[in-house]
């Protein structure tokens, strides 16, 4: 038996085939990965003028101190300079950062503060996700496009268009993943992306 939320088809029957497991033997139990109607998602302007946007980050945390909150970044340093001005401005909130370039023991450190609920606004790159299962996360908040979302954005004439679509599609389906760690008790929970006008544009183009 597979349980999956995002797994595609070919994707299902490739593992299958590599396990050496006959299709008459296997069952697949799909989740729903993309409707989630207890989430309500947002776009909103990042504005760079003197981080501008940090502000509505705030603004977001205190609406939602009523449950815990996740907040990704596309890079390590982007994770670490939002998590000092976060540290900086809301002393009296327990926040802390992850990202794949700690050490173990810093990694291990944040993720049981954030199981044990000594955390409650996290600041992270996509290296944090796996294995969390929290059920009192109310808000995720995407900081900009994810990395490759804007380099698809920025070199999509010159990438192969078969690659391109693909690419695109698995970032889509990453950034669907991560906001769907909001909500997941059933209650209602809300999804923020930051996007620049700049990249906007492109995506939409």
Same mark, same amino acid.
């Given at each position: ?8 088809? &070919? ?7 590599? /396990? ?5 033997? %296997?069952?697949?139990? #799909?989740?729903?990965?993309?409707? #989630? &109607?207890?989430?309500? $998602?947002?776009?909103?302007? #990042? ?29 390590? %340093?982007?994770?670490? *300079? ?7 401005? !809301? ?32 600041? @992270?790159?996509? @290296? %944090? ?16 496009? &994810?990395? =490759?979302? =804007?380099?698809?954005?920025? *070199? ?6 078969? %690659?391109? !679509?693909? /690419? $695109? ?14 909500? #997941?008790?059933?209650?209602? @929970?809300?999804? $923020?992306? $930051? ?11």
């Amino acid at each position: 038996m597979l349980l999956t939320a995002t797994c595609t088809r &070919p994707e299902v029957d490739e593992i299958r085939k590599n /396990l050496t497991i006959e299709e008459n033997n %296997f069952v697949l139990v #799909r989740d729903s990965a993309s409707h #989630r &109607p207890e989430i309500n $998602f947002n776009v909103r302007e #990042r504005k760079e003028i003197k981080d501008q946007y940090i502000i509505d980050v705030i603004n977001i945390i205190n609406a939602h101190l009523h449950g815990h909150i996740i907040i990704y970044c596309a890079t390590h %340093f982007i994770c670490e *300079y939002l998590h000092n001005k976060l540290w900086e401005k !809301l002393p009296n909130i327990s926040i802390d950062y992850f990202h794949g370039g700690l050490r173990d023991d810093e990694r291990e450190t944040a993720i049981n503060n954030w199981k044990s609920n000594n955390t409650q606004v996290i600041v @992270a790159t996509s @290296a %944090f996700g796996m294995g969390i299962n929290s059920n009192n996360i109310r808000a995720v908040i995407h900081i900009g496009a &994810p990395m =490759s979302i =804007s380099m698809y954005a920025n *070199y999509l004439l010159v990438i192969i268009i078969i %690659f391109s !679509l693909y /690419l $695109f599609c698995a970032i889509i389906a990453n950034l669907i993943q991560e906001a769907g760690r909001a909500g #997941r008790d059933g209650n209602t @929970a809300t999804h $923020f992306i $930051f996007l620049v006008k700049r990249i906007s544009v492109q995506i939409i183009l």
